[in-house]
């Protein structure tokens, strides 16, 4: 992790340690490299707490899970990681909501078969809420454009998770958008 505390003029660089302090290793599985095999997005992905100063998470893939580490001073230290089951899981994003809830979301492609889910953190990202399968049910995988849907993408409020993604079934990316209440997750608490 980067951090500059003069608008960019200079960096410091702090390695993502866990909360042991050991060095945590680069991503890898699937979400670490694209469909096609070409390198993905770059990781760890990290996400600012709004209603924190120096508070981010960092998120990395891991084989069939979603590792989340969060630092409270700028990356200078870090806890975790919590560990979120997400086997067979594709374009996963992140976000803290401007109350401080962590929310992910991923979508799943199972035999040609869409599935999206999504979980919420109440703690700040030390612990997720059992996931919610968003899609009502699972719907068949378009292909649109270099190896189909691309878009993925969560949002929470102060009641809603909102979760979006790309659906390219009938030839056209579309934008499909869920909206799941955060009772839902905090009864899976």
Known sequence: MYVSRDEGVTWTT??????????VANGAG???VSGIGLPSDP??????????????????PRDLTLEMYITDNAGQNFTGPA????PDAQRPAF????????????????????DV?????FDGGHNFAAPIRVTAQPQPVGQNGQTGDRASFVSLTDAYAYVAWS????????AVLGEVPLDFFQAMA
Do not use: E
């Open 14 to 23: 702090f390695p993502l340690t866990n909360s042991r302090g050991n060095l």
């Open 30 to 32: 699937l979400l670490a």
């Open 43 to 60: 990781t760890p992905w990290v996400s600012a707490d709004p209603t924190a100063t120096g508070r981010f998470a960092l998120m990395v």
């Open 83 to 86: 560990v979120i089951q997400t």
């Open 95 to 114: 976000d803290f909501g401007p109350n401080g809830l962590l929310g992910v979301m991923w979508r799943t492609n199972s035999s040609g078969v869409l």
């Open 117 to 121: 889910y999504s979980t919420v953190s």
């Open 167 to 174: 659906d390219g079934r009938d030839g056209l990316l579309d």
